[in-house]
């Protein structure tokens, strides 16, 4: 059984970091394309950031460009998202999603086959 579980959310005030992880179990993810999306209240998820598993191939939503940083630990099968500089506007339920694909759809969500259940990060001004 696949599993993604995100933890490292939390309350935190703006220009304050955080780091997000999620640990991925029951399979072997080595093909596999890593995603981080977002969903603030009142709006749609939306793509933050992915990385390619077996490969340091890393893509952003321009929104984070140059302040998050997307990583993965092979060993650890966990792949972690670094929050610097958050804005009131990050505020929002973060999730870790996995998918076979080999072609740069790293942003459409119907091609992430496994969903974790999703940390909430909360920024204040």
């Known amino acids: 059984q696949v599993q993604l579980v995100e933890s490292g959310g939390g309350l935190v005030q703006a220009g304050d970091s955080l780091r997000l992880s999620c640990a991925a179990s029951?399979?072997?993810?080595?093909?596999?394309?890593m995603g981080w999306f977002r969903q603030a209240p009142g709006k749609e998820r939306e793509f933050v950031a992915a990385?390619?598993?077996?490969?340091?191939?890393?893509y952003y939503a321009d929104s984070v460009k140059g302040r998050f940083t997307v990583s993965r630990d092979n060993a650890r099968n966990t792949v972690f998202l670094q929050m610097n500089s958050l804005k009131p506007e990050d505020t929002a339920v973060y999730y870790c999603?996995?998918?076979?694909?080999?072609?740069?759809?790293?942003?459409?969500?119907?091609?992430?086959?496994?969903w974790g259940q999703g940390t909430q990060v909360t920024v204040s001004s």
């Open positions: 990385i390619r598993w077996s490969a340091l191939i890393r």
């Open positions: 029951g399979r072997t993810f080595s093909n596999y394309v």
């Open positions: 999603a996995a998918g076979n694909f080999g072609s740069s759809w790293y942003s459409r969500q119907d091609k992430y086959d496994y």
